[in-house]
């Protein structure tokens, strides 16, 4: 059963009591418990060591299992009393007022935020009042995130106007959310009834977006393990070879390749493979001086069109 980020975090603080109640407890006990898979529940404690009582990296969550049992290795260093600095009570009272302003928030969820923010700014004193002239306005992906989130909760159906880059295109389109996720961006994995399949769509690239009646109901999928990036190759995939200047050299690092050489000038050529050669087009375009695509040659004769083109139209 798909689950959306507000019920996931509800979760995630709940587990964290009934593990330290519970050491050395079981993968099948806790996953049982807590009505999810054991895919799912390793999921989260795959997320729970990076929390903690402190912003600045110290004082995380110590939980790690073996496949059958989960321990935890520091629950009273944990259990201390919180003491947040100015700069991390201010941090908190920003975000937790930007984020009770989100359309579509459930309204007991946005209640509890409010009386929890009441709570920290009480305790916070001449931080609260800093932290009171800051504020936060999230852009068109808020709005989104937030009537996705909705969808999935009511289980609903979506409408999107989406920008897709490979196609340089606005397409109209209806989707059962599935699941909500984070891997550098945010996207909204979900069944498309465009396409009759799975799509995955970025957040910052829906234009626009609709709650409908109609209810979700996609078709039962296996959810992918995204632990290795969102963009996994397969050794099919035709192969692409891109030379960048060291001010490309960030291509390597966001790109999942198979090799990466150095040039003599401190570049790099760069090997990758991609179903969709075509979608590297824009990449060339971005990096401009800083690199071009080497092979297949069709690929780059049509980047270096694409270039022409772009600098035709500046001219015009």
């Known amino acids: 059963m798909a689950t959306n980020a507000i019920d996931q975090t509800r979760r995630m603080l709940s587990l964290v009591t009934y593990l330290r109640e519970r050491p050395g ?6 996953a049982r418990a807590f009505g999810i898979t054991e895919d799912e529940l390793i999921g989260d404690l795959d997320v729970l060591p990076m929390c903690g009582t402190s912003f600045r990296g110290g004082d995380l969550l ?12 520091n629950p009273d260093d944990v259990a201390e009393p919180l003491r947040l600095a100015a700069d991390e009570a201010t941090a908190l009272l920003v975000a937790a007022r930007a984020v009770s302003t989100l359309p579509g ?3 007991g969820d946005r209640q509890a935020l409010l009386r929890a923010t009441a709570k920290l700014e009480a305790a916070a004193g001449e931080a609260a009042g800093a932290s009171s002239r800051v504020s936060v306005t999230f852009e068109s992906e808020g709005g989104v995130f937030a009537d996705v989130d909705r969808a999935i909760a009511e289980r609903r159906r979506l409408w999107l106007r989406y920008y897709s880059p490979a196609r340089d295109e606005l397409t109209e389109r209806e989707v059962d959310p599935i699941r909500l996720f984070a891997v550098g961006h945010t996207y909204v994995e979900a069944w498309c009834r465009l396409s009759e399949a799975r799509r995955t769509f970025r957040l910052d690239r829906v234009a626009e977006i609709k709650l409908l009646d109609a209810p979700s109901d996609p078709p039962p999928v296996e ?5 290795e990036g969102l963009v996994q190759p397969a050794a099919e995939d035709p192969e692409v070879v891109i030379e960048v ?4 050299r960030w291509v390597a690092e966001y790109y999942p390749h198979d090799s990466a050489e150095e040039l003599p000038d401190g570049g790099l050529r760069i090997t990758l493979r991609t ?12 990096l401009g001086r800083d690199g071009h695509i080497v092979a297949p040659q069709a690929l780059a004769d049509s980047a270096r069109q694409a270039s022409r083109q772009a600098l035709a139209a500046y001219g015009e």
């Open 25 to 30: 407890a079981r993968v099948s006990d806790v």
């Open 62 to 73: 110590d939980i790690d299992t073996d496949g059958d049992r989960i321990w935890w290795h």
């Open 105 to 107: 928030l459930r309204e």
């Open 223 to 227: 959810l992918r393990d995204l632990s």
């Open 245 to 248: 200047a060291p001010g490309g």
């Open 275 to 286: 179903p969709d050669p075509a979608s590297l087009r824009r990449l060339a375009l971005r």
